[in-house]
């Protein structure tokens, strides 16, 4: 069933898409999917978290087009298609009082404007399935929480006719997931096989200071650990923002692959019925031609609405500030207590554990 199909990521910096998801990407390619990869930003304003290239002269020169060339390699080896969105990272404010995100950066954009440059995205690749970050942005990043806010507006957006009607023609993509982070069970899990096998931890500071974020919804495992190689390739061709002897590589392959062998998405809305026992994206759309003849009927009907926390259908400029303003805060916060978020791979999440105006989008292939 999977077998043509296509599936839209949409992702706040390069690198995301290697860290949150990359083995569900290679696993449904390598079925005869297609992925389209979108990147919301260029990751200007990352920093270099690989100390093994903090003083190398061409990155410092150029770092802009060091993570478009990061990208370019990490796609290959997903095999996905890859959208630059266009909008300039927003960088997290540093110091005491917190300083404004600079202006023209991608939280900051006006709404109408974002939204418009995903709804042609996905009117012209026409997704079965979207991905994105849950309302608290996954990692409490602004980038993050725009990307979500961005996410759920488009794919309100995309099908109605009336919205953006010189876009592209409408198309309503039928399922939208959050990405899975880690789960407290998923980190006791491998933490207890590590220690099981006489090996350290890399999660001990970890779940000492675990700190809840948020109650999630109905999860979807993705079966994919014969792709977790695949995985760790990926990001590993981000090389500015991972240290491939670092923390992400420290538990076993075998390990990784017997104890927790899934990705996890959260249902966040659907337009068809899905099982309860879902472990695929795709799940519900029966083939690629009813669910093509589906996604363009003006008559849908919400099947499954798991959003939690939203900030309103129609968030106000306002609300959306506030939002990224809160985000802020709390990345600062997680920081200071080494909690779960501070372990992402973001390129300018500004962590010391390895996580990491409008141009015309721009789609590259293989």
Known sequence: MVQGMRLMAVHAHPDDESSKGA???????AAGA???????????????????????????RD????????????????????????????????????????EGCFALEDLEVTTEALVRVIREFRPHVMTTYDEKGGYPHPDHVMCHTVSMAAFEAA?????YPHAGEPWQPLKIYYNGGWTKDRLVALHQAMLDEGLESPYTDWLANWQPRRQGGRVTPVPCGEYFETRDRALRAHATQVDPDGFWFKVPMELQQRVWGVEEFELAVSYVPVPDDEDDLFAGLESVEAADARAVRRDHELVHDGRVGELSDEPSEDAI??????????ARELDDTDSDATHDTDSDDGVTVPADRRPAARVEGD
Not at 23 to 29: D, G, H, I, R
Not at 159 to 163: A, L, V
């Open 159 to 163: 099908g109605d006719p009336e919205r």
């Open 23 to 29: 083995a569900t990407t290679a696993k449904y390619v």
């Open 63 to 102: 770092l802009t087009q060091v993570r478009r060339d990061e990208m370019k390699a990490a796609q290959q080896v997903l095999g996905c298609e890859h959208t630059w969105l266009g909008f300039v990272d927003s960088g997290l404010p540093e110091g005491d009082p917190l300083p404004p995100l600079p």
């Open 34 to 60: 297609t992925v389209r990869v979108v990147s919301c930003t260029g990751g200007e304003r990352g920093d270099i978290l690989n100390e093994k290239l903090k003083n190398d002269a061409h990155i410092l």
């Open 321 to 330: 500030e506030e939002a990224v303003d809160d985000a802020v805060e709390e």
